[in-house]
């Protein structure tokens, strides 16, 4: 059973894998990534899957075993954690190339993470644009079918 973790250089051209065993308890598991990464321990880290889902490996205790957080076979993606002076979270950097094709993606899904205020409004002008959008062309339509009747009437009343 194995696990693998996505980490690479910001500019290099691909990310390197550390295949890892999670039949282990989370500490021992967390010492071993940050030490092949590189991550310094003054840095707070964590993993999420490739689907943007953070797996909050500071809130389970040391002892605990990684099996219970991580799926085997599954990938997961080293991510920095950088918070302000009152601990709330301020910033999330995933540890993979900007040029892997999953990056922007990724990104946009941790953002979710650091201010979901923005992400509700984001949502709810995409929403509001939407219907925006949707009065528009049936206001659009409304008129067209007012603009053909008045033709027909026109001719109506040219050919008589």
């Known amino acids: 059973m194995y696990c693998m973790i996505k980490y690479g250089a910001q500019l290099s051209e691909s990310d390197d894998i550390l295949y890892i065993n999670p039949d282990c308890v989370l500490q021992l598991l967390l010492d071993h990534i940050r ?4 991550i310094d321990t003054e840095l707070e880290f964590d993993l999420f899957d490739e689907n943007g889902e953070r797996k909050n490996v500071s ?34 950097t995933p540890l993979i190339s900007n040029n892997n094709k999953h990056y922007n993606d990724i990104s946009l899904k941790l953002r979710r993470y650091v201010n979901p205020s923005k992400r509700f409004s984001y949502e709810m002008k995409k929403s509001s644009r939407d219907m925006q959008s ?23 009343d040219n050919t008589e």
Request: with cysteine.
């Open 35 to 38: 030490e092949e990464i590189g």
């Open 59 to 92: 809130d389970f205790e040391p002892s605990t075993r990684a099996t219970e957080i991580l799926e085997p076979f599954a990938t997961y993606i080293c991510v920095l954690v950088e918070r302000d002076e009152n601990g709330k979270l301020n910033k999330l």
């Open 134 to 156: 949707a009065s528009l062309s049936q206001i659009s339509d409304k008129s067209k079918k007012r603009n053909q009747s008045t033709k027909i009437k026109t001719r109506i």
